[in-house]
């Protein structure tokens, strides 16, 4: 293999291939291409620029992090080329380096299912997706022994692909229009690595339209510059539908920056994992309050457009605080019913739950 490519090319696909390879990347140089793949057990990541000139196809397999550090500090074009003494040799400028190949065993490839039972396609906006992530993956489970909540739900929907999470005490969902969809509508359950990545690639510029394809056991997400391929989780879903309120007593609208501020401010008091805040209603303000048995307590009121009979509920402060931060809108919509029951927030084209807790 010989190739020569852009430095600034290549080291954004060895960078993101790092975050899942554990210990080798493959790098392939053909028809005026080079790919990297990186792999663990669960999850492949396949990413590919284009070459300045590809002199020699071939490919070659190289210590991950060895590779990473090397082009971090490349500027400019890089040669790649097997060396002498099994070797692979970089050169960039005036300087060389000479990495060990690996064998091929380091880097096992994912098989997929040549014959599924069951499939589904969706065609959408890379840029729609990555906002789509972000904006539920924070709920996941992050406990093991909540089994069928340590992934988010995938289901193609009326309203187009929509993504849901959930860890029990709070609810995500958020759908991206379609611009093509066919197949089994049933769910699917879709790992936080493959998240974390689908996220990371769709964000890039060169992932504008992105196609996610849904098997018996796979996802795969497809783009001009990546494809993404992971091991669906086993496991149920609980029935999400039955836990969306379908009405609302009160409804507030509410500045997102303010609401923000307001949980920060009361959070120097009611700090820490198990912190609650108080949440009450009047007819053009909300009262934010929180207390330590300890470090006192404190208040700020915040100005609201309120609709409806006004009541006082109590959260988690980190849950609520969290949530609020990951909807995608400068102005909240919150409706409520009873100050057990609970918190909606409506936006654009998804809704976040939170479950209240008692003040007593």
């Not at 040799?89 to 299912?113: E, F, H, K, Q, S």
């Not at 992050?142 to 089994?147: I, P």
Request: hydrophobic letters at 45%; proline letters at 5%.
């Amino acid at each position: 293999m010989e190739v020569t490519i852009q430095a600034e090319d290549l080291a954004p696909l060895v960078t993101k291939c790092c975050t899942i390879a554990k210990e080798a990347v493959l790098i392939q140089a053909a028809n005026a291409r080079v790919t990297v793949v990186g792999t663990d057990t669960q999850i492949e990541a396949i990413g590919s620029a284009t070459a300045t000139v590809v002199m020699v196809p071939g490919q070659a397999v190289v210590p991950a992090d060895v590779l990473r550090d090397v082009l971090k500090v490349c500027k400019g074009v890089v040669t790649i080329a097997h060396g002498l003494q099994g070797r692979l040799r970089i050169r960039c400028g005036t300087a060389t380096w000479n990495l060990p190949l690996l064998d091929a065993a380091a880097v096992p490839r994912m098989a997929l299912d040549k014959a599924p039972k069951r499939s589904m396609t969706a065609r959408c906006s890379g840029a729609d997706l990555a906002v789509a992530i972000g904006c539920t993956a924070f709920a996941v489970s992050k406990e093991s022994t909540r089994y069928g909540l340590n992934g988010a739900l995938v289901e193609h929907t009326p309203d187009g692909l929509t993504l849901v999470a959930t860890d029990g005490t709070r609810l995500a969902l958020y759908s991206v229009l379609v611009d093509e969809g066919e197949g089994d509508a049933k769910g699917a359950l879709l790992p936080p690595a493959f998240l974390r990545m689908a996220q990371a690639v769709c964000a890039g510029a060169k992932m504008d339209s992105v196609t996610l394809t849904v098997d018996d056991r796979t996802a795969r997400l497809s783009g001009d510059q990546w494809t993404i391929i992971a091991r669906l989780m086993d496991g149920e879903f609980p029935d999400y539908r039955q836990v969306i309120p379908k009405s609302a007593s009160l409804t507030v609208a509410v500045p997102k920056a303010a609401m923000l501020a307001a949980l920060d401010a009361t959070a120097t008091v009611s700090a820490g994992p198990r912190g609650v805040v108080e949440l009450r209603f009047g007819e053009e303000r909300m009262l934010v309050q929180g207390r330590h048995q300890d470090l006192g307590d404190a208040s700020i009121e915040v100005e609201t457009d309120t609709t409806g009979k006004p009541i006082n509920i109590g959260f988690m402060v980190s849950l609520l605080r969290e949530t609020v931060a990951h909807v995608p809108v400068s102005d909240l919509k919150l409706e409520m019913t009873a100050p057990l029951n609970p918190l909606v927030i409506r936006a654009q084209s998804g809704l976040w739950i939170v479950m209240p807790c008692r003040m007593d």
